[in-house]
């Protein structure tokens, strides 16, 4: 796929949904980065029931930590792994009050160095939260970026460095949001909505016209 193709894939994308964000719901980095190590494995609406009872008593390191572990699970009982996640969410704000001032970090290597948050995480924090243009690769990213020739890789980090390269600059802060949500309404992993595509035209995937009267 050629440079040109790539740009007037993200004008239609940014025609279609100008101002794209994430589903989840936060009001601060902090309850962002709950959210998101929350939100592995389990779905943003999920997530969203969860935390709005949980944010109204406990949106800080301070605060959850006097929850404590058992009170953090009663609020998170309903998402998988809740056992694991209140583990790293206790740990997590620990180390945010003891090396970070009690704020969450803007940079990847000490995001990275927080219980419970990988790659994937600290891209959606330092793009969502600090306007940085990283680009998270979950499994809808993956798929959209192979499947329309945009990026394709063989691996979620090969993935991510091609959209980094070839992703117009203006378009970089917002391209993750935009292709997350188009897999996760239009571009579906086992039968994709390709009659309602935007990009339908532009896409290089090869079978799309089997789906096109989706």
């Not at 740990?91 to 994937?120: F, M, S, W, Y």
Request: positive net charge; glycine residues 6%; contains cysteine.
């Amino acid at each position: 796929m050629n440079k040109q193709k790539r740009t007037r894939i993200f004008e239609q994308l940014k025609a279609h949904n100008p101002h794209p964000t994430t589903e989840l719901k936060y009001r601060n980095p902090f309850e962002l980065l709950v959210a998101v190590v929350l939100s592995a494995q389990a779905t943003d609406v999920s997530v969203n029931k969860a935390t709005e009872k949980l944010f109204t008593v406990a949106n800080t390191p301070e605060a959850i930590l006097k929850l404590g572990i058992n009170g953090l699970k009663k609020y998170i009982r309903t998402i998988g792994l809740y056992n694991a996640k209140a583990t790293n969410i206790i740990k997590t704000c620990k180390i945010i009050l003891e090396h970070h001032q009690g704020r969450v970090p803007d940079n990847r290597e000490a995001l990275e160095q927080l219980p419970g948050v990988g790659r994937k995480t600290a891209s959606v924090i330092l793009n969502t939260a600090f306007g940085q243009p990283a680009i998270a690769v979950d499994t809808h990213i993956f798929r959209v970026s192979n499947r329309t020739g945009i990026a394709p890789g063989n691996n979620v980090l090969e993935v991510e460095k091609k959209l980094l390269k070839f992703v117009p600059d203006k378009y970089k802060l917002d391209a993750h949001h935009w292709l997350i949500l188009h897999g996760r309404y239009v571009c579906l992993a086992r039968k994709p909505r390709c009659g309602d595509c935007v990009i339908y035209d532009l896409c290089e995937w090869k079978e799309k016209r089997k789906y096109d009267s989706s």
